[in-house]
Protein backbone atom coordinates (compact mmCIF):
# COMPACT_ATOMS: atom_id res chain seq x y z
CA UNK A 1 0.00 0.00 0.00
CA UNK A 2 1.31 3.36 -0.69
CA UNK A 3 -0.32 7.28 0.01
CA UNK A 4 0.41 9.77 -2.97
CA UNK A 5 0.13 13.22 -2.22
CA UNK A 6 0.60 15.70 -5.29
CA UNK A 7 1.83 19.22 -5.21
CA UNK A 8 3.32 22.60 -7.04
CA UNK A 9 0.11 23.41 -9.01
CA UNK A 10 -0.73 27.00 -9.62
CA UNK A 11 -2.26 29.57 -11.09
CA UNK A 12 0.17 30.82 -13.67
CA UNK A 13 0.36 32.70 -17.31
CA UNK A 14 1.23 31.18 -20.54
CA UNK A 15 5.23 30.74 -20.81
CA UNK A 16 5.58 29.98 -17.57
CA UNK A 17 7.04 26.98 -15.44
CA UNK A 18 5.60 25.23 -12.84
CA UNK A 19 7.18 22.13 -11.10
CA UNK A 20 4.38 19.17 -9.47
CA UNK A 21 5.86 16.70 -7.24
CA UNK A 22 4.18 13.66 -6.32
CA UNK A 23 5.52 12.18 -2.59
CA UNK A 24 4.90 8.60 -1.56
CA UNK A 25 4.38 7.48 2.23
CA UNK A 26 3.87 3.84 3.42
CA UNK A 27 6.07 1.58 4.84
CA UNK A 28 6.30 -0.46 1.24
CA UNK A 29 9.50 -0.10 -1.01
CA UNK A 30 9.39 3.46 -3.61
CA UNK A 31 9.08 0.02 -6.47
CA UNK A 32 6.56 1.50 -8.35
CA UNK A 33 6.26 2.52 -12.35
CA UNK A 34 4.87 6.31 -11.46
CA UNK A 35 2.65 8.03 -13.88
CA UNK A 36 1.33 11.97 -14.21
CA UNK A 37 -2.00 12.26 -15.97
CA UNK A 38 -4.73 15.13 -16.27
CA UNK A 39 -8.39 16.05 -16.27
CA UNK A 40 -9.80 19.05 -17.53
CA UNK A 41 -13.55 19.86 -17.36
CA UNK A 42 -15.52 17.83 -19.22
CA UNK A 43 -12.77 16.03 -20.49
CA UNK A 44 -11.60 12.45 -19.87
CA UNK A 45 -8.35 11.75 -17.83
CA UNK A 46 -5.68 11.18 -20.38
CA UNK A 47 -1.83 10.74 -20.03
CA UNK A 48 0.85 12.96 -19.43
CA UNK A 49 4.06 11.39 -18.85
CA UNK A 50 5.12 8.19 -16.88
CA UNK A 51 8.46 7.12 -15.49
CA UNK A 52 9.65 3.31 -14.90
CA UNK A 53 10.72 2.51 -11.17
CA UNK A 54 14.61 2.88 -11.66
CA UNK A 55 14.12 6.03 -13.30
CA UNK A 56 15.71 4.21 -16.24
CA UNK A 57 12.47 4.47 -18.78
CA UNK A 58 10.45 7.63 -19.14
CA UNK A 59 7.63 8.35 -21.86
CA UNK A 60 5.49 11.44 -23.07
CA UNK A 61 2.53 12.68 -24.50
CA UNK A 62 3.35 14.09 -27.64
CA UNK A 63 2.00 17.61 -26.75
CA UNK A 64 4.24 17.99 -23.79
CA UNK A 65 7.04 16.69 -25.21
CA UNK A 66 10.18 18.79 -25.23
CA UNK A 67 8.46 20.81 -22.61
CA UNK A 68 7.49 18.88 -19.59
CA UNK A 69 10.68 16.50 -17.75
CA UNK A 70 9.53 13.84 -15.89
CA UNK A 71 11.95 12.44 -13.37
CA UNK A 72 12.48 10.98 -9.52
CA UNK A 73 13.96 11.00 -6.16
CA UNK A 74 13.55 7.57 -5.48
CA UNK A 75 15.49 8.37 -1.68
CA UNK A 76 12.97 10.90 -1.10
CA UNK A 77 10.12 8.91 -2.65
CA UNK A 78 9.10 11.72 -4.72
CA UNK A 79 8.19 12.17 -8.86
CA UNK A 80 8.89 15.21 -10.10
CA UNK A 81 6.84 17.02 -13.10
CA UNK A 82 8.89 20.09 -14.56
CA UNK A 83 6.44 21.99 -16.81
CA UNK A 84 8.02 24.62 -18.80
CA UNK A 85 6.66 26.83 -21.60
CA UNK A 86 2.53 26.55 -19.96
CA UNK A 87 -0.19 26.56 -22.42
CA UNK A 88 -3.80 27.72 -21.67
CA UNK A 89 -4.62 24.14 -22.98
CA UNK A 90 -2.66 22.39 -20.01
CA UNK A 91 -5.18 23.77 -17.77
CA UNK A 92 -6.46 20.39 -15.90
CA UNK A 93 -5.96 19.10 -12.61
CA UNK A 94 -3.24 16.89 -12.42
CA UNK A 95 -3.03 13.03 -10.65
CA UNK A 96 0.09 10.89 -10.37
CA UNK A 97 -0.36 7.22 -9.84
CA UNK A 98 1.78 4.21 -8.81
CA UNK A 99 1.88 0.89 -10.50
CA UNK A 100 3.03 -2.25 -9.11
CA UNK A 101 3.26 -3.52 -12.91
CA UNK A 102 6.82 -2.97 -13.18
CA UNK A 103 7.33 -4.20 -16.82
CA UNK A 104 5.61 -1.75 -18.87
CA UNK A 105 5.51 2.11 -18.58
CA UNK A 106 2.06 2.30 -18.85
CA UNK A 107 0.36 5.22 -20.57
CA UNK A 108 -3.59 4.02 -20.15
CA UNK A 109 -5.03 4.44 -16.37
CA UNK A 110 -5.48 0.86 -15.81
CA UNK A 111 -2.03 -0.56 -14.64
CA UNK A 112 -2.20 2.06 -12.04
CA UNK A 113 -3.37 0.82 -8.65
CA UNK A 114 -2.49 3.99 -6.63
CA UNK A 115 -3.87 7.38 -7.26
CA UNK A 116 -3.29 10.94 -5.72
CA UNK A 117 -6.15 13.44 -4.79
CA UNK A 118 -4.57 15.47 -7.69
CA UNK A 119 -3.71 19.37 -8.00
CA UNK A 120 -4.88 21.95 -9.81
CA UNK A 121 -2.42 23.42 -12.72
CA UNK A 122 -4.36 26.81 -14.41
CA UNK A 123 -2.62 28.99 -17.25
CA UNK A 124 -4.22 31.92 -18.42
CA UNK A 125 -3.88 33.60 -21.76
Known amino acids: QVQLVESGGGLVQAGASLRLSCAAS????????IGWFRQAPGKEREFVAA????????DYQDSVKGRFTISRDNAKKTVYLQMNSLKPEDTAVYYC??????????????????WGQGTQVTVSS
Open 26 to 33: GRTSFAYN
Open 97 to 114: AASRTLSVVARTTAPYDY
Open 51 to 58: ISWTGGST
